[in-house]
């Protein structure tokens, strides 16, 4: 075992007594200690990945303040009282609180009593909170979500921009950057903005191992949902659509089916928007049901599955929107609705851009995306090359693929073949709409206009549907059998087209997909139960859930803020039914054994004994 310092032994022993952990995830230790010796860190990790306890435990450390710069007003709260919940002195200012609770918090910081002060950038740079600050002593500023500080992000806050004036003001303390935006050019913005060329830099996996990915073709999207949510009584999700009418219309639907959920969108009141965001973190509604407008800063760590009901625009917002989903750990499952109608849908907007270039790049993502979506390898690979990582498992065993792995089977020699001729005898001045028009024999004006009805490739293709002949076609672009020009799609002939047509070669493919009414297939039933938490008492789960949701209600914060579900879990598994056993479950510390130790235990004993007496009967 290597060797820990006095630092870290003490940061372990804080993760185990106050939050309750066991170990440190990956990157945890190796950050605090940096962080320990002030010494600058820049912190990448994927969302839920842990970097909060990153600053948690050295501020409890340090004997000045901790700074937490967020430009997340709306999510302080929640994490101020998160903080408190563990006994940690957390406060914050920011425009939500009252005149009253600001001067009170102010009075708390000059006291010197208040560890973590968590702060929008814009509230930092106010004169009396410069003077105050100097005057308790800082020790670490914490930037979070320091991607912001770069235009080449999807949040820019000119805000951030000042804040290497506040470092220089506090040469004393030490600096933690941290965000999950992964690309290069963010990451070298925030070191040249916030001067972190001294930095360290951690870098995590972007590999989110507790979600399972699925896509299965899109048919009756309702149905198909309604399906998906059996599978998930009472657990948290999301389901993001393209448009507000979408949310608008699937929001009803799922309540005259039973389900209780709300809809989140840029076209509803601000007090709505928040009204619902609130109901859901505070699980008093199970199903948020948005548009990509939902999302950002929440911190809620039960996300059991996010369903897209529509085709995302790119991987980038695939992977963030996926991400919030299972932040505790817990397996949690993405399920995407993959149907061609919603690629025309994203076309038709990139073509409304007036931009060229930011035109071809849209394209060129939403490329991507399909191909994601098309792919039959493992969807790990693709998802975390694209963010430059490399994943070198040749399978992951938690997504559809993996579990239901599709091979390259069909022979798609013929397919290929009649496209190419259909491509030479047109003259190689078509795009795939018209082609396929011609193989179908359809009676579109533009085919007699060309009269390319009286060629030997008319109607020799109606063995396929327009979409199953889409598919193919993508296939053989994939396969580069063919050239496609940027600007109208044209597709032309290659030397390797050549070689096919001369009869040389054999081309194997993905089967196109069959066009059914009802899919229903693609989940497999036994997937979901096989990657379901170790088995628990599901019962039990049930009445500590009710308790803490009673508990939670009474303090006016989430759920989560008392127990995550996985110490619920845990508890509903191992019974403990003392305050020392209770001790050991994941995620009790200190001051959550002395704060609700009493009523947990008992409930579990309670519940223990009936059960007892039930089986004795
Ligand atoms: P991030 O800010 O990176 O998205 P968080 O800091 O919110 O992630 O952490 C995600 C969840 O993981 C939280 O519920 C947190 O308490 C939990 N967590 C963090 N570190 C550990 C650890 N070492 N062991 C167990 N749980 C942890
Ligand atoms: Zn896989």
Not at 458 to 463: D, I
Request: hydrophobic content about 35%; proline content about 4%.
């Amino acid at each position: 075992m290597e060797k820990m310092n006095n630092n870290l032994e003490k940061a372990q022993s804080i993760l185990k007594n106050v939050f309750g952990y066991d170990a440190f995830r990956p990157l945890q230790a190796e950050c605090i200690d940096t962080v320990l010796q002030k010494r600058d860190a820049l912190l990448i990790m994927p969302t839920g990945g842990g970097k909060s306890l990153c600053y948690q435990i050295p501020a409890l450390m340090f004997n000045g303040l901790t700074v937490v710069v967020s430009p997340l007003i709306a999510l302080m709260k929640d994490q101020v009282s998160q903080m408190k919940s563990l006994g940690l002195e957390a406060e914050v200012l920011n425009s939500s609180i009252s005149f009253e609770e600001y001067d009170m918090n102010k009075l708390l910081i000059r006291s010197g009593q208040t560890k973590l002060l968590f702060m929008a950038p814009e509230t930092l740079m106010k004169p009396d909170i410069l003077e105050m600050l100097s005057s308790t002593g800082v020790d670490c500023l914490t930037i979070d979500e320091a991607h912001c500080i770069s235009e080449w992000g999807h949040d820019f806050r000119p805000e951030y921009r000042r804040l290497k004036e506040i470092r220089e003001r506090f040469p004393r303390a030490v600096c933690l950057a941290m965000t999950a935006t992964a690309t290069p050019r963010v990451r070298e913005d925030i070191v040249a903005n916030l001067d972190l060329t001294k930095a360290r830099q951690f870098v995590a996996s972007f590999n989110r191992t507790n979600l399972f990915y699925e896509i299965i073709p899109k048919s009756q999207p309702l149905l198909q949902t309604l399906d998906f949510l059996k599978r998930f009584r009472n657990q948290s999700g999301i389901i993001y659509c393209f448009s507000r009418r979408q949310v608008d219309e699937l929001t009803d639907d799922l309540n005259s089916h039973g389900f209780k959920a709300l809809a989140y969108h840029a076209g509803l009141t601000d007090e709505t928007r928040h009204r619902n965001q609130e109901a859901f973190i505070r699980d008093d509604a199970q199903i948020m049901v948005a548009t990509i407008a939902f999302g950002m800063g929440i911190n809620k760590p039960n996300v059991r599955f996010v369903v897209h009901y529509d085709l995302p625009k790119n991987l980038e917002s695939y992977y963030q929107e996926t991400g919030r989903a299972g932040r505790d750990g817990i397996p949690a499952h993405c399920l995407l609705l993959f149907g061609y109608g919603d690629i025309a849908k994203i076309r038709y907007f990139i073509d409304q851009k007036t931009d060229e270039q930011e035109q071809r790049v849209a394209q060129r993502h939403l490329e991507a995306m399909v191909h994601y979506a098309e792919s039959g390898v493992c969807r790990r690979i693709p998802l975390i090359t694209y963010f430059g990582e490399s994943y070198t498992q040749p399978e992951c065993g938690l997504c559809d693929n993996c579990l239901n792995p599709r091979e390259q089977t069909f022979d798609m020699t013929l397919a290929t073949k009649k496209f190419l001729a259909c491509v030479s005898r047109t003259g190689q001045r078509f795009g795939a709409t018209h082609l396929i028009d011609v193989l179908r024999g359809s009676q579109q004006q533009r085919v007699f206009q060309n009269g390319h009805q009286d060629l030997d490739v008319y109607g020799l293709g109606k063995e396929f549907t327009v979409k199953q002949w889409k598919f193919l076609v993508r296939q053989f672009l994939q396969k580069r059998l063919l050239d496609k020009e940027e600007e109208f799609g044209v597709l032309k002939l290659n030397s390797n087209s050549l070689e096919i047509l001369n009869n040389k070669e054999m081309v194997q493919g993905y089967p196109p997909p069959v066009e059914t009414t009802m899919s229903g297939g693609g989940t497999d039933r036994t997937t979901a139960s096989r990657y379901s938490p170790e088995r628990y008492d599901q019962g039990l789960f049930e009445v500590l859930r009710r308790k803490r949701k009673e508990l939670a209600d009474k303090k006016n914060v989430p759920p989560y803020v008392i127990f995550p579900d996985k110490s619920l879990i845990e508890m509903s598994a191992v019974l403990p039914q003392t305050k020392e056993e209770l001790s050991k479950i994941f995620g009790v510390g200190a001051k959550k054994l002395e704060t609700y130790g009493d009523v947990f235990v008992q409930l579990i004993k309670a519940y223990a004994d009936q059960t007892r007496e039930k089986a004795q009967r």
